[in-house]
């Protein structure tokens, strides 16, 4: 995990870097993170766009964008409902 702040609650605010699949002995240089929206399988949270570089931010923006487009992953239903939309309605 690559980090250098921690939330409210202390929890770590960080990329969790990985190694290609096809090769287990190279260095972790896959963001998880951004292959999960790459794929739709995630959603990119614009309020923290912040606490990303700008660089990370970009590329995070774009890979949303792309597999909205696609109607990848979650993009696939017409109307899908954010995680902290979702959440909120169940506290009610």
């Known amino acids: ?3 250098n702040k921690r939330d409210r609650y202390r929890r770590i605010v960080g990329k ?3 190694q290609p ?3 287990p002995t190279c260095p972790k240089t896959l963001d998880a993170g951004l292959a ?3 794929m739709g399988l995630a959603w990119w949270y614009e ?3 912040k606490d990303q570089s700008a660089e990370d931010a970009g590329r ?3 890979a949303e964008h792309e597999a ?3 109607r990848a992953g979650l993009w696939a239903d017409a109307s899908p409902i954010p995680p902290w939309d ?3 309605a169940q506290r009610r």
């Open 1 to 3: 995990v690559q980090w």
């Open 16 to 18: 969790v870097m990985v």
């Open 21 to 23: 699949s096809d090769c």
């Open 36 to 38: 999960q929206v790459t």
């Open 47 to 49: 309020k923290y766009a």
């Open 60 to 62: 995070y923006e774009f």
């Open 68 to 70: 909205r487009a696609k």
């Open 86 to 88: 979702w959440r909120k």
